[in-house]
Nanobody
Framework: QVQLVESGGGLVQPGGSLRLSCAAS????????MGWYRQAPGKERELVAR???????NYADSVKGRFTISRDNAKSTMYLQMNSLKPEDTAVYYC????????????WGQGTQVTVSS
């Protein structure tokens, strides 16, 4: 059974930083792309950032220059470093994994709350 375990959310003041982690069970060989989505109250879920198995990255325009996605393939773990946080970054953040095997569905974490408020 595949599991994704997220950690690192919390309450932070505007301008502060947080680092989210997402650890996937098993070895790295089944993992293709990894990424983060977020969903704020009353809004649709949106892609924040993603990273390929080769390290190529994509970011939402709203977080470019402030967020950095990375992964440690040896640990099957992905990170999202979030700097210069704004109140509009407040949301539940979900990690996902796209498997190498196209017959498998994407896997999702349970979500972690990020609240940016003074």
């Amino acid at each position: 059974q595949v599991q994704l375990v997220e950690s690192g959310g919390g309450l932070v003041q505007p301008g502060g930083s947080l680092r989210l982690s997402c650890a996937a069970s098993g070895n790295r060989f089944w993992i293709n792309t990894m990424g983060w989505y977020r969903q704020a109250p009353g809004k649709e879920r949106e892609l924040v950032a993603r990273i390929s198995s080769g390290g190529s990255t994509n970011y939402a325009d709203s977080v470019k220059g402030r967020f950095t996605i990375s992964r440690d393939n040896a640990k099957s773990t992905m990170y999202l470093q979030m700097n210069s946080l704004k109140p509009e970054d407040t949301a539940v953040y979900y990690c996902y994994v796209n498997p190498v095997n196209p017959a498998w569905n994407d896997y999702w974490g349970q979500g972690t709350q990020v609240t940016v408020s003074s």
